[in-house]
């Protein structure tokens, strides 16, 4: 009879889901979860636990005290994470010495009361378990760029969807910009919001990225902005802390490097593709020429192929090569001020710095070896991303190149620029095999392009700032977004600032 009495001893009931609704200011939760106790007399009485917990689940899921990321469960009522839940567990020993009893287990999402060790399932609890590992199904997904509804954390703080802002942790807004302009390219962005698409994968910036797509797009989130910080040290990680946290780094090396990483992370071993190749791969063709002694026995070769050459010394070269950014390479800027004693900041076209992958513009290249070069892109991506070449670096300082560039918002139209080869053509052959064939005519003829980000520079080299201008798609709306700032702009601003990094996405019709 005493053992029936101690096991009936705790007992959870459920609550009501509006109970949840009461977590409100600075991320503040507050639940109220009735438990019924047995005393030895029978009579039964209800005991109100109330949790008051700073939850931020952005951080790593390390136990505050054995440093371990094993079975770690984090404490609703002040937030801490700890290893384990049995006798002799860190979350056991705090559950005792801090009078906290409500513990939820990281990996499983499952909610404990410590230290009697019985689960707690109520539906009310599923808040925390979105917040905790936000969840998209495929409508959902298919449903991101026709929402215009802003959601509301809560703490009270209204917030777009996909515009949140990033927590600069320290001097990490290069990867915050990055970040946001990725978010822009919708394939991209579906393919990481749902966790199928990559669980083969094993390596941990990959999922680091999935987790903070999810949160940035997640509508049910406790406040209005997310910290990357998981998402960092997977980079400092794989990237052996050439970008880390508390140094500035440049937003093209940042993100030539992680599209590159993901992709390796994630082709399959049968076909070198991947997401990132589908998204952002163009293909190149060099025609390169250079000279030296070295190349004699190489030259003879190369002769042979290009049927002569005029100059005995000259070596000349043609092959494809794929790409994921262009390099764009900006005229000097001018040595000498005007009468009004100011510099004067040149302007230049976007069409005219395109003329360099027109296949006939020249460009010396000094290293690895000094060479003639000729640029001509043969394939062109779904979403291509331009690069302007700003910084110059020497032995002593790093110069920045003030022109700014004059670029269209919409339709860059790329073929009268750009010349690209027709389409090949089909042979005839069935009827339904033609139907088949004309659509995948009309994609590789489609070169108009929309920018969807822009990442620009203020400020000296070593001491500036970086900021980005993004599109919302359900809306066409352009807005300014700098660390934690996300406000609305006018796309005619968007043109007037120093473009450093912009994504276009090619349109859908031709």
Same mark, same amino acid.
């Given at each position: ?309 005029? $100059? /005995?010394?000259? +070596?000349?070269?043609?092959? %494809?090569?794929?790409? #994921?950014?262009?390099?764009?390479? &900006? @005229? =000097? !800027? ?66 920045? $190149? /003030?022109?700014? +560039?004059?670029?269209?918002? %919409?339709?860059?139209? #790329?073929?009268?620029?750009?010349? &690209? @080869? =027709? !389409? ?87």
């Amino acid at each position: 009879m005493m053992m029936t009495m101690m096991k009936m001893r705790i007992m959870p009931i459920s609550f009501k889901g509006s109970e949840l609704d009461r977590w409100r200011s600075g991320g503040i939760a507050r639940i109220s979860i009735p438990l019924i106790d047995r005393d030895i007399a029978g009579r039964r009485k209800i005991v109100l636990l109330r949790i008051t917990a700073v939850l931020d689940f952005d951080f790593e899921k390390f136990c505050s005290i054995s440093l371990t990321n094993l079975n770690v469960y984090a404490c609703l009522v002040c937030g801490k994470y700890f290893q384990g839940r049995g006798p002799k567990s860190h979350a056991y020993t705090h559950s005792l010495e801090a009078g906290h009893h409500v513990y939820i287990n990281l990996k499983t999402e499952k909610v404990y009361c410590l230290p009697d060790g019985y689960e707690i399932n109520d539906p009310s609890l599923d808040d925390i378990r979105h917040v905790l590992n936000p969840r998209f199904n495929r409508e959902q997904v298919e449903q991101l760029d026709k929402s215009k509804l802003w959601a509301r954390a809560l703490d009270g703080s209204d917030y777009l969807p996909g515009l949140v802002g990033l927590n600069n942790i320290k001097e990490t807004e290069f990867v915050n910009v990055t970040i946001q302009a990725l978010m822009r390219v919708t394939p991209l962005r579906n393919f990481f919001l749902i966790p199928e698409n990559y669980q083969h994968c094993k390596s941990p910036l990959v999922h680091r990225f999935g987790e903070l797509t999810r949160k940035i797009w997640h509508a049910r989130n406790f406040k209005g902005q997310v910290s990357p910080h998981e998402f960092l040290q997977a980079v400092m990680k794989a990237s052996k802390k050439r970008f880390r946290i508390g140094a500035q780094s440049d937003p093209v090396e940042f993100v030539s490097w992680l599209l590159n990483t993901l992709h390796t992370d994630l082709r399959s071993s049968k076909k070198n593709t991947s997401i990132i190749y589908e998204c952002f791969q163009g293909e190149l063709e060099v025609e390169k020429e250079t000279q030296g002694k070295g190349a004699v026995d190489r030259r003879e070769n190369v002769d042979d192929q290009n049927g002569g050459s005029e $100059n /005995p010394n000259v +070596v000349k070269e043609t092959f %494809k090569m794929p790409f #994921l950014m262009l390099g764009l390479d &900006l @005229p =000097p !800027p001018p040595l000498f001020q005007d009468v009004m004693e100011k510099n004067i900041i040149p302007q230049v076209p976007l069409f005219n710095i395109l003329k360099k992958f027109d296949g006939e513009t020249i460009t010396e290249v000094v290293r690895p070896q000094l060479a003639r070069m000729k640029y001509r892109v043969t394939k062109l991506p779904p979403y291509i991303i331009l690069h302007m070449r700003r910084f110059t670096k020497n032995n002593f300082f790093v110069e920045k $190149n /003030p022109t700014l +560039v004059n670029f269209p918002v %919409k339709n860059l139209e #790329l073929k009268d620029y750009i010349p &690209l @080869p =027709p !389409p090949k053509k089909v042979k005839k052959s069935l009827a339904k095999d033609d139907e088949k064939s004309q659509p995948k005519d009309t994609e590789k003829s489609r070169t108009k392009y929309d920018l969807i980000a822009n990442i620009v520079h203020e400020g000296k080299p070593n001491e500036g700032s970086y900021r980005v201008f993004v599109q919302r798609k359900s809306e066409e709306q352009w807005y300014e977004v700098q660390d934690l700032h996300v406000s609305e702009t006018l796309p005619q601003m968007v043109a007037l600032s120093e473009a450093y990094m912009q994504v276009y996405e090619l349109q859908q019709q031709p």
